[in-house]
């Protein structure tokens, strides 16, 4: 049987409330969201806070708003509610098609965006999504709220700029007109982490690639996010050979290892072909196709 | 710690460790065997109950969690002694085998049915795919699922 070791639990009411139970708790507390990746890793003693301070019965942390020219997605966002936005599904398809392949459904309804993002697996779909999309992070601590970069947000495997007694409040994403948006995945079995995935946006314009995002998961890509590929198709026509070329050098930028999901030549393979598949989908989505 | 839950409308007051998970209160404080628990992981479902409306796996919940919500399990199907169309329909098509998965694969079909009455294939599919039946026995949980949708009207039990 496996069951966490013992721990100190506590329920949060608002995010004032979190932080100050946070302080109380001391360094070794965690907050725990839809705990579907901290209770596995307490069972297994790979996490062993001293305190839990729940943040699940926060209203103000969840849902999906536009603020301006951004999309705002707080913190305790379930997947399911990602999967069933409009506004979401309106402006980038990227997250419905990412969240389809995020888990299952029943594990879907509890998990949440934020402790996906904070838990920093190396596979994280919602990572590559945030980063393709160049969003960021509102995080807030005991001396006020600052907002970080989906880009500088993750300081290595598991590894988050969010500090001890922070907690990650909301997830923005910039509003762009007439992007296309696509997400790709191969994984093992259903609902699974990926072997390898790519999340983009394009926008198209006068015939050429005016501005776009390449992220992600899996393929070992520094922050989620292959600035080389993007580069290398900024300005030039949405051809084949143009969004080939920007996949290769999205591939090259890569460093993936080898483990039980696959050899590392067959996940640099797959950054290429589904980075390609990605790219050719929001292309045309972009010239209204 | 103190927890307050209503399980299948019934109130329920426990003194409980915090690292309780919820598939042991609802087995082990409160005696109630419907719900499985299985691969302790969250990837088999055999645990899946309803919080709130929502099914859940109960293993990856602490119990304290629960305070003050509602929880559905098997046990709460059936009503007044009529079988929950899913049941019947589990019955009707030789939806189990061994059963250890049915539990979890009952209340994720109900859910289901809730919110899409009338599912495709593909959706039943997409519906249980967080539910494992290690038996393989795919083809007559769909086919049960099918069955429920198609008698919506809860039936007499028959056992």
Known sequence: MQTPAPVDYAKATSVADAL???AEHGEEARVVAGGHSLLPMMKLRLARPD???????????????????????????????????????????????????????????????????????????????????????????????????????????????????????????????????????????????????????????????????????????????????????IGKAPTEENLGAAAAATAASCSPHADQRGPADYKSHLAHELTLRALRRAARASQGA | MQVNVTVNGVEHAADIEPRMLLVHFIRDELQMRGTHWGCDTSNCGACTVWVDDEPVKSCTMLAVQADGKSIATVEGLAKGGVLDPVQQGFMECHGLQCGYCTPGMMMTARALLDRNPHPSDEEIREGISGNICRCTG????????????????????TA
């Open chain 1, 20 to 22: 100050a139970k946070l």
């Open chain 1, 51 to 233: 305190a839990l301070i729940d943040i699940n019965d926060i209203p103000e942390l969840a849902g999906v708003r536009i603020e301006g020219d951004e999309i705002v997605v707080g913190a305790m966002t379930r997947h399911r509610d990602i999967l069933d936005s409009a506004v979401l599904a309106e402006h980038y398809p990227v997250f419905r098609e990412a969240e389809k392949v995020i888990a299952d459904p029943i594990v879907r309804n509890r998990g949440t965006i934020g402790g996906s993002m904070c838990q920093a697996d190396p596979a994280s779909d919602l990572s590559a999504v945030g980063s393709a999309l160049k969003g960021s992070a509102v995080v807030v601590g005991p001396g006020g709220s600052r907002t970080v970069a989906l880009r500088e947000f993750h300081q290595g495997p598991y590894e988050t700029v969010v500090g001890p007694g922070e907690i990650l409040t909301e997830l923005r994403y910039p509003i762009r007109p007439g992007a296309g948006s696509a997400y790709e995945k191969v994984e093992r079995r259903a609902g699974d982490w990926g072997v390898a995935t790519s999340g983009v946006y394009v926008v198209v314009s006068g015939g050429v690639v005016t501005d776009c995002g390449i992220g992600l998961a899996a393929v070992g890509a520094d922050h989620f996010c292959s600035p080389e590929g993007e580069a290398a198709l």
């Open chain 2, 138 to 157: 795919y083809k007559n949980i769909v086919a049960a699922v099918h069955w429920a949708a198609d008698h919506p009207a809860t039936s007499e039990v």
